[in-house]
Structure formats: structure tokens, C-alpha cells
């Protein structure tokens, strides 16, 4: 018996205010270059044991996720937005400038690690000194290409809102960020208006987004019998009425007549139609 968990997730109309609720501010946006300015809200400062014992600490900042690639190795947490661009590499920050630094001299807590317990897995903390000791400063900000959404392409902007100095054996919180990033290539000439007003509202530079537009990949409404994309496999096309996380599992695609082996799990592809990324 296997389960197939693939979850679409719709995010709210609202995520553009909310990031922007975040500290996060658009100072200048024209289609050839945008500025960000960003101010961590530390909200607490958590003290977390780890396993042997020892005392480690962990900001919390608002909507700023832990990440790291390694368990055991020193967190930082990251906020990331949306941003729409040119093309998949027409843009690039040219500047990033950290206008102050608090550091809180102690340990950052490290990423926790997964121990099974018979049917469960707990997570633990345990520090990696190796990690500790190597551990190299992340760069304030860096964006990179993430995809279509809505006919637009769209890039994402990390901005680290705390990192661990092992050097010094400090946490590192950034006052203020200023990014500017630039924008190259010629605008499409598709349509310049923004068809919908929910996907203008996930990316901070919504404005410029509709000098962007991009001509639609052929939809699968508009499959014709000269078409062979859907003449080989099994295809399903599963309707979504509401914004929410939904999940696909085995049962509800037996409930479409497919039943798949474990070794066929990874085939499995999901396809959007004019929707926003799926997760």
C-alpha cells in the first residue's frame, strides 16, 4: 500500500499586503530596475535545548522561515517574494547594502535532525561542530528564476533576515536591507493589461508586470485532434473551486480509474492551466 501525496497549493489574494506587512517595502520600480527595502520584525528570541544539553538560540521574526541544507548545521532564517521579470534571465541584483547589524553573541540553534521511534519520527537537535566551524555567511539577498505564472515570468527574492557568524559566534539581524535589482530585455508585445487581478497581487512589482505579458503555452482546453500530447498515458483533469491545500492521493486517483505501482509514483506530472505555480 502507497500513498501519493502531491499538494496544490492556492495562496490567498492578500499575500501582497502581507509582505509588505513584513517589512518589506518597494522603494522604486520601473521596467528596467526595482529597489527593495527590507526591516526584520524580530517578534522573540527563543532559547531551545539541544540533546546534550546546551543552550542555543533562535530569532523569531516575522513570516521568516528556518532553512538550511544540512541537519545539524547552524539555521537562518529567510523571507522570500515574488517577483515578475523580463524574461528567465533577464534580471539580476546589482546591489545589496546592509545598513546596520545587531549581533547577539551566542549560539544559533541548528537545524533539527530526524530520529525514527518505531512508526514516528521525532525531530531532534543535535549540533554538528564540523558544521559549526565551516559554516560560511550567507549572502544578504539572492534571486533566482522560479518559473510562469498568469502569462508573466516570474523570479523569487531570497532576503536572509538572520544568519550565524561562526567566526565571531554570533547571530547576525540585519538592521535594514536595500536590494536593487535590474531588469534587461525588451518588454513583450502582448497585451499590457493584467487580466486578472489576483495574480497582479503576487509579486511586489505588480505594476510592471503587465509590460510582460508572454503568449500561453497551448492549454489542454485547446488540444485539437491533430495534437498528440494526450494520445499516450492516463489523463485527469481535476477542477479546484476555492483557494485551500488540497492533496491527491492513491485513493481519490483510483476514484478516476488509475491505479499506480509504487514504481510509477514518480511519474506522475500535474499540469496548470493559467493558474499560479503549483507546490
Known sequence: LFLISLFVLIVSADVYAQVRNNGMEVIKSTPTEIVISYTPLLQALDTLTTTDGGITYLPRIQNASVRSRRFGAPSFLEIIAPLAVPSPTGFSITSIQALGVK??????????????????????LVINPALYHIAALQEWASVQYSGIARNRHIADLSIVATRYDAAAQAIEIPTKIIITLRMTGAPSTGTTAVKNEYAALQVLNAEQAKNWSIEPIKSLAKVTGEDKILSTGKWVRIGIESEGVYKIDAGMLASYGITLSPSEVSTIKIFGQGGMPLS
Open 103 to 124: 549581533r547577539i553573541y551566542q549560539r544559533i540553534a541548528p537545524i533539527a535532525t530526524p530520529y525514527r521511534d518505531g512508526e514516528f519520527y521525532e525531530a531532534k
